[in-house]
């Protein structure tokens, strides 16, 4: 007589072979749900509430994911990295760009690969502050590193290896392999040059619920790594604008915090 449906279309999907007609991929909550991006109150129960998102790395995911309705739990606040050199724009908490240029590039990146070994070993000399205040180093199992393609995935394995060990390199892997789990800091390193190199084309690369997923396992420190030229797309249908959107207001995001941060540290005492 009744029906549950309990899930988050803005998540990645099952993954499918075949060919299908329109629309015959999306789930039942997503044909409930239609253009809407989270339940009406009329029609279902919105979980409003992250106890995994610091409310700086949820400034990002919830309005541009969730129609600003997502919330994050007492203490998340806490959550951060400390002790980071403030050269590298490693510590606190929220969103952080790095890019990194780059031409020719497709399913892999040599340099991303090296910025994010860089970035890697910096963390592993810094401090984690969970959501009790309780502190500790931070150690490889804190770390997650999502790549759009495994060609990318074994070039950034092979580097971290070479430098940090496997144990760090075991950290890295796809979106589809890193869905349900978290990390104090989520590195998403996005390997295309630009967006007419990238595999797949703007629907893939772009996809919005790869970026949400990715940038949605940190509890504290979200990192995207990236050509800046990814930045720079012609886009022809609203649908690409709306996908290319989602990454340019992460990295308007992580600018600002930048700003904000420089302009706190030059502020006189």
């Known amino acids: 007589r009744s029906i549950v449906l ?31 991006a989270t339940i009406p109150p009329e029609r279902g129960i919105f979980l409003d509430t992250t106890f995994r998102l ?3 790395v949820n400034a990002f995911i919830s309005p541009t994911f969730y129609e600003d309705r997502l919330g994050t739990a007492e203490g ?13 724009d490693l510590g606190g908490s929220g969103v952080r760009w790095r890019p990194v240029v780059h031409a020719g590039n497709a399913q892999r990146s040599a340099q991303e690969a090296n910025a994010v070994a860089d970035l890697v070993a910096a963390l592993l000399d810094t401090t984690w502050v969970d959501r009790d205040g309780n502190e500790r180093p931070l150690e ?6 999502v790549a759009p393609y495994n060609a990318h995935v074994a070039a950034v394995r092979g580097e971290l290896e070479r430098r940090l060990g496997r144990d760090v390199a075991r950290r890295v892997g796809t979106v589809d392999k890193f869905q349900g789990r978290e990390g104090a800091v989520a590195i998403y390193t996005m390997s295309a040059s630009s967006a007419e190199e990238a595999p797949r084309g703007i629907e893939f690369l ?9 940038v949605s396992r940190a509890r504290a420190l979200a990192i995207v790594v990236a050509s800046p030229e ?9 649908d690409q604008m709306r996908r290319v959107n989602a990454l340019c207001r992460f990295v308007e995001i992580a600018t600002a915090e930048r700003e904000r941060e420089l302009l706190g540290a030059a502020a006189p005492a």
Do not use: F, K, M, W
């Open 6 to 36: 309990l899930g988050d279309p803005n998540q990645l999907a099952q993954v499918t072979q075949g060919i299908h007609p329109d629309g015959a991929d999306a789930s039942a909550l997503g044909h409930v749900l239609g253009s809407d």
């Open 54 to 56: 610091h409310p700086a």
């Open 76 to 88: 998340t606040e806490r959550q951060e990295v400390t002790d980071a050199d403030r050269d590298v």
């Open 140 to 145: 490889p199992a804190d770390l997650l590193v």
């Open 206 to 214: 772009y996809e919005r619920n790869r970026l949400n997923v990715a």
């Open 230 to 238: 990814l930045l720079r797309v012609a886009c022809h249908t609203p």
